[in-house]
């Protein structure tokens, strides 16, 4: 099964690209930028990385991001995060971004988003990965600086599919956004959202109602609310799931406990992704390896996972045509009825 795992072709959906840089990275980025690290080594950096909760973490998460500096900072961070979607047969990956902890500390937002597209347009052409990028809104700021940074991204439409919602759940509800995601809509973009990671099922409702998004990220808590699961699976609304993220922010106890597959068998289109894997202890296959360790899923439900992320991808239905091919090819000569 773990050879199934590895070499099952893989989509991401749900990858902070600031969530990827490695502690060892990071060292070489405050050395050549002079800037200097709360830790001595790249061992007690990863000793640290130990949380109670999402707000534990996103203290730290922040505070890893202050060493990208120079386009080449972003360019080199999302180029080796691509050399691991490789190594894990990542063969598409839709990534989010932060420019507000970015602009925050006066870095511009065009030295952010070229660093991350080069590396992107590069692992098309070298790796054969395809990509999509989503600018996220930090929902623990105000409405008015949302509003700023989609202004900001106004003459790089081309190249963000979409815009997200990310950081504190619980105090800051996607209704506090509606304006602006209504506007981002209007400018073409997609539209997604954190909801129900530790905020409750009515941020996810919530989401779909008010912010009008083509898929939920996390969205675990749908269990709360028996009829949200319904209106889930009736409408085929995405959720991109993240195992080992959940376990180490304990949004479940155990990987034993967690819905993924319960969700799956009642016909959600839920998905598999890393979310901050230099985190929470690895990247795709780490996190198809983990569920499958505890939750003992049939290679069908496996290869599903990957159905449902290029359903629930935002390629065209050509591109999408083409990565089911794929995944047919592998089952062809990997599956068999177990
Ligand atoms: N939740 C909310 N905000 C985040 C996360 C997450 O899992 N990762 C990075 N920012
Ligand atoms: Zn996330």
Redesign the pocket.
């Known amino acids: 099964m773990e050879v199934f795992v590895r070499r099952l072709p893989k989509v991401e959906l749900h990858l ?1 690209i ?2 990827s840089l490695e502690p060892e990275l990071m060292f070489e980025m405050a050395a050549r930028n002079n800037i200097t690290l709360p830790y001595q080594t790249v061992q007690e950096a990863r000793d640290a990385y130990q949380f109670d909760d ?1 707000q534990s ?2 203290d730290i ?1 922040y505070q890893g991001a202050n060493v990208l500096i120079t386009e080449r900072d972003f360019f080199d961070l999302t180029w080796a995060y691509l050399l691991r979607c490789k190594a894990d047969n990542v063969i598409h990956t839709e990534i989010f971004f ?1 420019p507000q902890t970015h602009t925050a500390r006066g870095i511009a937002f065009d030295t952010v988003i070229n660093g991350i597209y080069h590396a992107l347009r590069q692992g098309e052409k070298e790796l054969g990965i395809t990509s999509k990028l989503i600018m996220c809104f930090l929902r623990h700021l105000s409405e008015e600086e949302a509003f700023e940074t989609l202004a900001q991204a106004e003459p790089h439409l081309n190249r963000i599919v979409g815009v997200g919602l ?4 619980v105090g800051h509800p996607p209704e506090k956004f509606q304006r602006v995601f209504t506007k981002a809509l209007s400018m073409g973009l997609k539209t997604v959202a ?1 909801a129900g ?1 530790e905020g409750p099922a009515e941020n996810i409702w919530n989401s779909i109602s008010l912010l009008n998004v083509s898929r939920i990220d ?1 969205g675990v808590q749908c269990t709360q609310d028996p009829a949200l699961v319904a209106e889930l699976a009736k409408n085929r609304m995405p959720l991109t799931v ?1 195992p080992l ?1 959940n376990i180490k ?1 304990r949004v479940f106890d155990s990987m034993e406990n967690h819905n993924i597959l319960k969700l799956l068998d009642q016909g959600l289109c839920v998905t598999v992704n890393s ?2 894997p230099a985190f929470f202890g690895g990247y795709m296959t780490d996190n198809f390896l983990a569920l499958t360790r505890a939750l003992n899923p049939s290679k069908k439900q496996l290869v599903m996972l990957t159905r449902n992320a290029i359903e629930a991808s935002f390629i065209s239905d050509e591109e999408a045509l083409n990565l089911n091919s794929q995944l047919d090819e592998f089952w062809l000569h990997h599956g068999d009825d177990s």
């Open positions: 902070h600031e969530g999402l973490f996103l998460y932060d990310d950081s504190s759940e954190h990671e996390h993240c993220s922010l979310d901050d």
